[in-house]
């Protein structure tokens, strides 16, 4: 728990205090479409979809932390037990969102809160994501509480 605690703050100190941002939290704002494209594609691997359709928007050494462990989020995915684990269900919904894009437009920070159709389980979601040399946005880490 420290240690995934450890790597969180790490991660988001920084995103948050060594890279010139550009803050979503505008609905009017530029990049309001690469936003929600990116929401929808966490949530779309959430609500478990196909694997084959979002696999170039993962990164070959992108790592997840859920419960408690810390694993490689391709095996996660591609593994039908942990992929079972992983996932939310198709019922999922986006709560809150807050994606902040460095100043390069080249790596983001994404905030968001899921909920289960009935609201009666929420989880928090904390995704760093930077362009991949595929020229798309590929998930690097994904902290699940």
């Keep these: 728990m420290k240690k995934s605690a450890l790597i969180l703050v790490v991660l988001f100190l920084s ?18 479409e690469l936003s929600e494209h990116i929401t929808s594609k966490v949530i779309s691997i959430l609500q478990g979809e196909k694997y084959s359709d979002f696999k170039e928007n993962i990164s070959l050494e992108s790592c997840v932390i859920n419960q408690n462990s810390y694993e490689s989020l391709n095996e996660v995915l591609s593994n039908p037990s942990k992929k079972a684990a992983f996932i939310e269900g198709a019922d999922t919904k986006l709560g809150y969102m807050h994606m902040i894009l460095s100043e390069n437009e080249k790596e983001a920070y994404l905030v968001l809160e899921t909920k289960s159709a ?5 989880n928090w979601h904390s995704i760093f994501l930077k362009i991949g040399e595929n020229k798309k946005w590929q998930i690097i880490n994904w902290h699940k509480s």
């Design 15 to 32: 995103m948050a205090f060594y890279l010139p941002t550009k803050s979503f939290y505008n609905k009017n704002s530029d990049h309001s």
């Design 118 to 122: 009935g609201g009666t389980k929420i």
